[in-house]
């Protein structure tokens, strides 16, 4: 866990593409999930948020 957060201190690209993917993910459940209005409101949000920090990470030195 401290390796993780070292990385994301760091701008590590290891870290923040995990980030990065766990978001784009969250979003795609949110879409999904038919329960709550509120989650399928922002999922879109936050799938687009996801994806766009995943290009400009990808950029990040190793």
Known sequence: MTDFISGLLRLRRGAWEMLASIL??????????????????Y??????VGTVMFIIVSHFPE
């Open 24 to 41: 784009i993910a969250l979003g795609v459940i949110m879409l999904m999930q038919p329960f709550a209005i509120g989650l399928y409101s």
């Open 43 to 48: 999922s879109f949000i936050v799938t687009l």
